[in-house]
């Protein structure tokens, strides 16, 4: 059965946090200026990243975390602007006599684009000095379409000069 999307509720500007403000606007890759966004009824699945929908007529279907607790039978794509986190740091977070603020800490959830969105600060990834992200397990089947995983995420941020912590 097809799901009519005016029944399902979407948090409207400003109302998604009461201390926040939701933006139909997102970071991602450096030179691509509008992505499809990929909503899901779990704001917390959400992502620029077409989700992988289990095939659930498997006798044994893989199933991720991902697909377990998002409804992706009730998703809706919505066209968003982009903007890359290297405008963010040089423009948006700048001072107007020199590089800008560092940045002692950047948490990144991005639902799969995590790591794109860490290269898009091209050279202002300097002024970063932690950075926080969710890092799938090489071994569990895809949530998202394209998304790296573990050793891929490990590796490109070690050539980036970071060092590898876990909680």
């Known amino acids: 059965s097809r799901i009519d999307a005016r029944q399902v509720r979407r948090p409207k500007l400003g109302e998604y946090h009461d201390q926040g ?12 200026n509008f992505a499809d966004f990929y909503m899901s009824s779990v704001s917390s699945c959400s992502s620029v990243l077409q989700p992988v929908v289990p095939d659930i007529t498997s006798s044994k279907p893989l199933v991720s975390p991902v697909q377990r607790s998002c409804k992706f ?12 986190l290297r405008v963010v740091l040089d423009s948006w977070l700048r001072w107007h006599d020199g590089d800008g603020w560092p940045i002692d ?10 790591l794109e969105i860490i290269r898009s600060a091209g050279n202002t990834i300097s002024r ?25 995420i490990v ?6 000069g970071f060092v590898p912590a876990y909680n």
Do not use: F, W
Request: proline share 9%; hydrophobic share 35%; glycine share 10%.
């Open 105 to 114: 800490y950047l948490k990144v959830d991005a639902q799969g684009l995590d």
């Open 73 to 84: 039978d009730e998703l809706q794509t919505r066209k968003i602007p982009l903007v890359s």
């Open 21 to 32: 403000l939701v933006l139909p606007i997102g970071i991602g890759p450096d030179g691509k």
């Open 128 to 152: 970063i000095k932690r950075v926080h992200m969710e890092v799938p397990m090489d071994y569990c089947p895809d949530g998202y379409n394209g998304a790296p995983r573990c050793s891929e």
């Open 155 to 160: 590796a490109t941020m070690a050539g980036l």
